[in-house]
């Protein structure tokens, strides 16, 4: 299945080179979970927020949580406001 | 240790300036800043005054690290009874004013009365003068004023706080600005300066800090720093500031548009931290020219942009410092002046933040009192008469550019949006346009998608807040309440230690509180330690709550806009859903020690030895 995955606010120096992410599409077999499209990500364990689709998923319930083919990924670092 | 152990009262009624020494067991209970200013200040007015009558003080607050060494030694505190929101106010800022207040020898100064004419206060060290003010600054812009202190005085080292015209006039969201734009920003604190008429705290200091064990401190600010400086989080500030917030939020649903009609503003990418890089097609520069720092800041958060020449709000309309580099979006501006009056023109956003720094006004609450001025005249409340033709719909960036100034000198519909969003609403029949807590302007976070930050701005001591109380982790993992209550009252205490101590709040992430308390107790002496700072925390917000009880609050401004408890979101993570702050509310007063009413009950208030 495909996802499109949507990158925000990642480290500048990071995979993103104006730190601010992108979007991609990302290729997992069938049965994926959301823990297994981070890991290929590289982002697992590393303390991201996650949206799919329009729902926050908890850090506890990725590795749960099977994804879809055209499922949309939203990952942000656990930014503040000021 | 590193409090100068010095006050300097300011009586502005009878043109007298007066040492006294700092109320040292004060300071071991509330630490300084934001903690001890507001025991000073409990301990000194009539919490019923009129916020704009000579009987309120305001007072100019260092903390024991600022001027230090400390990473981000520089914050500085307005504390006060807010004109915006007639409850206890503290607004932070950084620039290099705080340190320099505390090189001239001073922890605190605490203003009080009112100047029969302008003045402004001049300070070199301990030497502290009076000085008239009418026909030099008064009248005057912000950068004038800082200009025309530092050439009169023959210094460029001066630092200085000043209001503009938005102070003057009694602007209720006009703000203090040091550093020609850092800016003490909320709850009206620059109105209260006004209403002293005192225009401006010039200062020069050139002694030093000393810390109470200097061979400690240092080893306490580089450790720290080796946590801070190779942080994601500082990398990610320096690289972009706040403004990634705008996407996050947008993609969440809980970015305020069009005066929380709408969780998402489909122009994001018009006004975001993408747009500030981007080369312009007029002039092939972008907005953001690059990032600066406060004094002492290994961060560097702080934007500087530059606006497009050709841009109608500035070409051949003269204004050649509007076509310099100056003080940036951030996201706080940003979604304010942007996504919540509709506004998808990130120059006009720039114009008018350069604005708001110019003449002080909080960006927040003057974007807010907009937006609630936008719906009432798509109402059909306010008229074209009264806006002299002006289109103030949602999204025109030209009512966005012309407001921002009528507001700034009170002229035409400029005073009404002077008044703010609260004000603005009830003199207009409608309160319910008003998306504020006890008067204060909403930051940028919808409450209905995370539902953390409704009960922390609801239970905020100076109304609306995004930096009383920190739920965001929990907010972005969940839509929902669980926990939440906890998580408002633990991080409100932190905040409140923090905010004490003369640091930044941005550190925190990357530092947890043993390291303030680290650097705190080198600094200070006396055996600060993690489960301290908390404590004193815990003392300082209710020493706050017990204020506004006093002052005239009660439970009922402990609530949320109607739109937010009543009206569900249409789209996002929330859609669907309004505020829960009812089920949040009795649990949160249950974790404080309170009654039913939101009072501090006898049991808590003895613990924390208030």
Same mark, same amino acid.
């Given at each position: 299945?495909r996802?499109?995955?949507?990158?925000?606010?990642?480290?500048?120096?990071?995979?993103?080179?104006?730190?601010?992410?992108?979007?991609?599409?990302?290729?997992?077999?069938? +049965?994926?979970?959301?823990?297994?499209?981070?890991?290929?990500? +590289?982002l697992?364990?590393?303390?991201?927020?996650?949206?799919?689709?329009?729902?926050?998923?908890?850090?506890?319930?990725r590795?749960?949580?099977?994804l879809?083919?055209?499922?949309?990924?939203?990952?942000?670092?656990?930014?503040?406001?000021? | 240790?590193?409090?100068?152990?010095?006050?300097?009262?300011?009586?502005?009624?009878?043109?007298?300036?007066? %040492?006294?020494?700092?109320n040292m067991?004060?300071?071991?209970?509330?630490?300084?800043?934001?903690?001890?200013?507001?025991?000073?200040?409990?301990?000194?007015?009539?919490?019923?005054?009129?916020?704009?009558?000579?009987?309120?003080?305001?007072?100019f607050?260092?903390?024991?690290?600022?001027?230090?060494?400390?990473?981000?030694?520089?914050? *500085?505190?307005?504390?006060t009874?807010?004109?915006? =929101?007639?409850?206890?106010?503290?607004? /932070?800022?950084?620039?290099?004013?705080?340190?320099?207040?505390?090189?001239?020898?001073?922890?605190?100064? $605490?203003?009080? @009365?009112?100047? &029969?004419?302008?003045?402004?206060?001049?300070?070199?060290?301990d030497?502290?003068?009076?000085?008239?003010?009418?026909?030099? $600054?008064?009248?005057?812009?912000? *950068?004038?004023?800082?200009?025309?202190?530092?050439?009169?005085?023959?210094?460029?080292?001066?630092?200085?706080?000043?209001?503009?015209?938005?102070g003057?006039?009694?602007?209720?969201?006009?703000?203090?600005?040091?550093d020609?734009?850092?800016?003490?920003?909320?709850?009206?604190?620059?109105?209260?300066?006004?209403s002293?008429?005192?225009?401006?705290?010039?200062?020069?200091?050139?002694?030093?800090?000393?810390?109470?064990d200097?061979?400690?401190?240092?080893?306490?600010?580089?450790?720290?720093?080796?946590?801070?400086?190779?942080?994601?989080?500082?990398?990610?500030?320096?690289?972009?500031?706040t403004?990634p917030?705008?996407?996050? #939020?947008?993609a969440?649903?809980s970015?305020?548009?069009? /005066?929380?009609?709408?969780?998402?503003?489909?122009?994001?990418?018009?006004v975001?931290?993408?747009?500030m890089?981007?080369?312009?097609? #007029?002039?092939?520069?972008?907005?953001?020219?690059?990032?600066?720092?406060?004094?002492?800041?290994?961060?560097?958060?702080?934007?500087?942009?530059?606006?497009?020449? =050709?841009?109608f709000?500035?070409?051949?309309?003269?204004?050649?410092?509007?076509?310099?580099?100056?003080?940036?979006?951030?996201?706080?501006?940003?979604?304010?002046?942007? %996504?919540?009056?509709?506004v998808?023109?990130?120059?006009?956003?720039?114009f008018?933040?350069?604005?708001?720094?110019?003449?002080g006004?909080? !960006?927040?609450?003057?974007?807010?009192?907009?937006?609630?001025?936008?719906?009432?005249?798509?109402?059909?409340?306010?008229?074209?008469?009264?806006?002299?033709?002006?289109?103030?719909?949602?999204?025109?960036?030209?009512?966005l550019?012309? =407001?921002?100034?009528?507001?700034? #000198?009170?002229?035409?519909?400029?005073?009404?949006?002077?008044?703010?969003?609260?004000?603005?609403?009830?003199?207009?029949?409608?309160?319910?346009?008003?998306?504020?807590?006890?008067?204060?302007?909403?930051p940028?976070?919808d !409450?209905?998608?995370?539902?953390?930050?409704?009960?922390?701005?609801?239970?905020?001591?100076? @109304?609306?807040?995004?930096?009383?109380?920190?739920?965001?982790t929990a907010?972005?993992?969940?839509?929902? =309440?669980?926990?939440?209550?906890?998580?408002?009252?633990?991080?409100?205490?932190?905040?409140?230690?923090?905010?004490?101590?003369?640091?930044?709040?941005?550190?925190?992430?990357? *530092?947890?509180?043993?390291?303030?308390?680290?650097?705190?107790?080198?600094?200070?002496?006396?055996g600060?330690?993690?489960?301290?700072?908390?404590?004193?925390?815990?003392?300082?917000?209710?020493?706050?709550?017990?204020?506004?009880?006093?002052?005239?609050?009660?439970? %009922?401004?402990? #609530?949320l806009?109607?739109r937010?408890?009543?009206?569900?979101?249409?789209?996002?993570?929330?859609?669907g859903?309004?505020?829960?702050?009812h089920?949040?509310?009795p649990?949160?007063?249950?974790?404080r020690? *309170?009654?039913? /009413? @939101?009072?501090?009950t006898? &049991?808590?208030i003895q613990?924390?030895?208030?």
């Open positions: 299945m996802v499109r995955v949507r990158l925000i606010a990642l480290d500048p120096h990071g995979a993103a080179p104006d730190g601010l992410g992108g979007s991609r599409d990302l290729d997992l077999p069938d +049965g994926a979970t959301l823990a297994d499209g981070l890991r290929a990500l +590289g697992e364990g590393a303390g991201m927020m996650v949206m799919v689709n329009d729902g926050p998923v908890p850090p506890e319930s590795a749960d949580h099977g879809a083919d055209g499922d949309g990924i939203t990952v942000f670092p656990p930014i503040q406001g000021g | 240790m590193s409090w100068q152990g010095k006050i300097l009262r300011v009586d502005l009624t009878h043109r007298r300036c007066t %040492a006294e020494p700092l067991d004060w300071a071991a209970r509330y630490l300084g800043q934001r903690g001890l200013a507001s025991k000073y200040l409990a301990e000194e007015i009539d919490p019923r005054v009129d916020p704009l009558a000579p009987g309120n003080k305001l007072i607050a260092t903390g024991p690290l600022t001027g230090t060494m400390s990473a981000t030694g520089g914050r *500085w505190s307005a504390v009874k807010g004109a915006l =929101t007639n409850a206890i106010a503290c607004s /932070n800022s950084g620039g290099q004013f705080g340190a320099e207040l505390k090189f001239a020898g001073w922890d605190f100064v $605490i203003v009080e @009365g009112r100047a &029969e004419a302008p003045v402004y206060l001049w300070l070199e060290d030497k502290a003068e009076l000085l008239d003010a009418e026909g030099f $600054i008064w009248g005057r812009s912000v *950068w004038d004023t800082e200009r025309l202190i530092r050439e009169r005085h023959r210094d460029p080292l001066i630092r200085i706080a000043s209001i503009g015209r938005a003057e006039i009694g602007v209720r969201y006009a703000c203090i600005v040091n020609l734009d850092r800016a003490a920003g909320r709850s009206g604190v620059g109105a209260v300066m006004g002293k008429n005192l225009k401006a705290v010039a200062v020069r200091g050139t002694t030093g800090v000393k810390a109470h200097p061979a400690g401190f240092l080893a306490a600010v580089a450790a720290t720093r080796g946590k801070l400086d190779p942080s994601p989080t500082r990398r990610r500030l320096a690289a972009n500031g403004m917030m705008m996407d996050v #939020t947008n969440y649903g970015l305020p548009t069009r /005066n929380c009609q709408d969780v998402q503003f489909e122009h994001t990418d018009q975001n931290a993408a747009r890089r981007k080369p312009r097609e #007029t002039d092939g520069k972008a907005n953001l020219v690059r990032n600066k720092a406060c004094f002492g800041c290994t961060i560097g958060c702080g934007r500087v942009a530059r606006m497009d020449p =050709t841009h709000a500035v070409a051949g309309r003269g204004r050649e410092r509007y076509r310099k580099a100056g003080g940036g979006l951030e996201y706080e501006s940003g979604f304010a002046l942007a %996504a919540m009056v509709g998808d023109d990130i120059e006009a956003a720039t008018a933040n350069f604005v708001c720094n110019e003449h006004m909080d !960006p927040i609450s003057f974007g807010g009192t907009l937006s609630a001025a936008m719906e009432l005249f798509e109402a059909g409340l306010i008229t074209p008469e009264q806006t002299d033709g002006l289109d103030l719909r949602f999204g025109s960036a030209e009512a550019v012309k =407001t921002v100034e009528l507001a700034a #000198t009170g002229e035409g519909i400029g005073a009404d949006l002077g008044l703010g969003s609260k004000r603005l609403g009830e003199k207009y029949g409608r309160p319910d346009v008003s998306m504020s807590v006890k008067g204060q302007e909403f940028g976070y !409450p209905r998608a995370m539902q953390g930050m409704g009960l922390a701005y609801a239970t905020s001591n100076r @109304g609306a807040c995004h930096l009383r109380a920190s739920p965001y907010d972005f993992a969940s839509v929902d =309440t669980d926990g939440r209550a906890q998580v408002v009252k633990e991080t409100q205490d932190e905040n409140a230690a923090i905010d004490s101590t003369g640091l930044c709040a941005f550190t925190h992430g990357p *530092w947890d509180i043993a390291d303030y308390a680290l650097q705190v107790d080198a600094a200070c002496g006396g600060w330690d993690a489960a301290r700072l908390v404590a004193t925390g815990e003392r300082i917000h209710n020493l706050e709550r017990r204020f506004n009880l006093a002052a005239g609050l009660t439970r %009922a401004d402990d #609530t806009p109607d937010i408890l009543k009206v569900a979101a249409k789209s996002g993570a929330g859609k859903r309004v505020n829960d702050l089920v949040m509310l649990e949160y007063y249950r974790l020690g *309170w009654d039913e /009413n @939101g009072v501090p006898n &049991e808590t613990r924390l030895d208030l």
